[in-house]
Structure formats: C-alpha cells, structure tokens
C-alpha cells in the first residue's frame, strides 16, 4: 500500500471543525494550543462567529490549522503517507506537515496570504464560475476568446473530469458562462469568493505574499510533495513556488494522476468536508480513498486501511 495525504482547500470550513479531535487526542490539542495569532483560532474554529470563519483573512489560517491538527493524529495512529498535496491553500497544510515550517509559522503565513487575498481585488469586480461537464479544450478556447474582449478569463482548477473552475474579471466570467452553457456546459456555477484567485489578477498580490514569505524559514519538505502550479514534483525553491501558486493554475488533477503513476493507491482527504475525496474518485475508481475529519471518519479509515494493508 502507497498512501498520498490531501489536504482541503478553502470553503471546507465549518463551525466545530477539529474540536471532537481537540477533545480526544493530544496530537491535535498541542496543533491547536501552539498556534498563536492576533485572533484566537481554536476558539473561531470551535465556536465561530460563521461570517468571521468564512472571511478568506481568517479562514486560510483557520483551516490551516484544523488540516494539520488531523494529519498529526492520523500520523499518530501510524498512517503514514509517501507523497503530500493539497488543494490551493491546503498546500500549505501539505507543506507543513511534510516539514517545510512549523505550524506556527504556516499559521502566520496562511493569515498573511488570506489577508493579502481578501483584499487583492476591488470587491465585485472580479470572480470565478465553476463549469460542469464540459470538455476542458473548449472551456480554455472559450476563455481564450472571451478575454479578448472583456478581460482576464483564465483556468484556475483542473478539480476532476467533468468540473473545471474559471476565473478573471466579472463581465468575462458572465460571459464565458453564457457561451460555455451554449457549448454545452451542464451548469456554470458562480463561486462564493471574494476575486478572480489564481489568476494574472493576482500578480501584485503574489508580489505581496512573497515579501512575506521571505520573512520566514522554509525548508525543504522532508516528504514528496505534488504541487499546484504543475501537478508533479518540483525542484525549484518552495518561496518561488508559492509566489507563483497564488496566481496560476491549479493542476489538482494532474497531481492525483501523477500520484497514481509513481504508484499511490490509497489517498486520505485531511481536512473538513470531503470534496477532495470526490475528485479523486472522478480521477479514478482503481485507488482508495478516505476523508478524515473526526473520529467517526478517523476509525472508519483505520479500520479499513489496516484491513487492507
């Protein structure tokens, strides 16, 4: 058995994340209890208030930590994974948990990088649109075409076969769904966020988020990490790679496939929710797949890993 950790990306988050984990195991207590930031995250994690927990300037942070907090308690129980990656933010998670920083400093980080994100584009003039079931050579002609006329229209997500996720200005993401449900699209869902995330409008805020990342101490991982901006293995600087994620596509997809090819047969979803874990099996029906996000998924998963390994 080959496992390959995924960490959740923003949008996951709830009220109560990580708190039945905080209460049984002391993995996820000392996560929770070592961070410190100007907010206190245990408490918005546990306890909310929602809108607060959904601001990208607090959620980033808060789902960083809650993602690192399960991933210590399910290394606990000795599950212990070959390859990392995670979605948008949640290569942060991965990040961190394969050694690159601790979990303070990708705390601080992330709350930068939320901060950097909430505020990088004025508020309604830049979006995304989820598209489903829709060739994605289309979707990138219709993109292509669209910005010719009315601004940034780019891929942000390559999630799975079948959901694709646009993104750039608000009159070319109106526009690009129109034509892509024309094409053939079966829906061209609006995303509830605050700008166009991983694209070319993002290009003074990756400036922003680099000055911060510099502030920092990164190592190199000590666990193979896939990553967004290619959907494979990288040699380059984890600092350069960072800059550039903020503002490029994300190749979740390529990632799981890559997995898969250096033989990964067994991926477990960290992190609340179980989108990710969706994904995957879009990818492929030949591996396994688990999420773990409390003890009810944690001894679900343990039970049927060791059944299997």
Do not use: W
């Not at 797949?289 to 039970?303: H, R």
Request: charged share 25%.
């Amino acid at each position: 058995m080959k496992i390959g950790f995924l960490f959740a990306g923003q949008g996951s988050q709830h009220i109560g994340m990580g708190k039945d984990l905080y209460d049984n195991y002391e993995e996820a207590k000392n996560v929770f209890d070592n961070v410190s930031l100007d907010y206190d995250v245990k408490d918005l994690c546990f306890n909310g208030p929602e809108e607060m927990l959904n601001d990208t300037a607090y959620a980033q942070s808060s789902m960083l930590t809650t993602s690192v907090a399960i991933a210590e308690v399910v290394k606990a129980q000795g599950i212990v994974p070959e390859y990392v990656a995670g979605l948008s933010l949640g290569e942060y998670s991965a990040l961190c948990f394969a050694g690159a920083f601790d979990v303070n400093t990708a705390a601080h980080i992330t709350r930068e990088r939320g901060k950097i994100m909430a505020n990088a584009l004025p508020k309604g003039t830049s979006g995304m649109a989820a598209i489903l079931n829709l060739d994605e050579q289309v979707i990138a002609s219709v993109c292509e075409e669209v910005a010719k006329d009315y601004g940034v229209c780019q891929i942000a997500n390559y999630n799975c076969p079948g959901q694709i996720v646009i993104t750039g200005t608000s009159t070319a993401i109106e526009k690009a769904c129109e034509l892509l449900l024309e094409k053939g699209a079966r829906r061209a869902i609006p995303l509830n966020v605050s700008g166009a995330f991983h694209s070319s409008l993002l290009e003074d805020a990756s400036k922003e988020l680099n000055q911060v990342l510099k502030q920092f101490d990164i190592s190199r991982p000590e666990i193979k990490v896939v990553y967004n901006i290619s959907g494979k293995e990288e040699s380059e600087d984890v600092t350069d790679i960072l800059t550039k994620q903020i503002k490029s596509s994300v190749y979740f997809m390529q990632s799981i496939q890559y997995m898969i090819d250096q033989g990964v047969d067994t991926f477990i979803e960290i992190g609340p929710g179980s989108a990710l874990k969706g994904f995957v099996r879009k990818i492929s029906r030949d591996v396994k797949v688990y999420s773990v996000e409390n003890t009810d998924t944690l001894n679900k998963m343990l039970d049927e890993v060791r059944a299997n390994g």
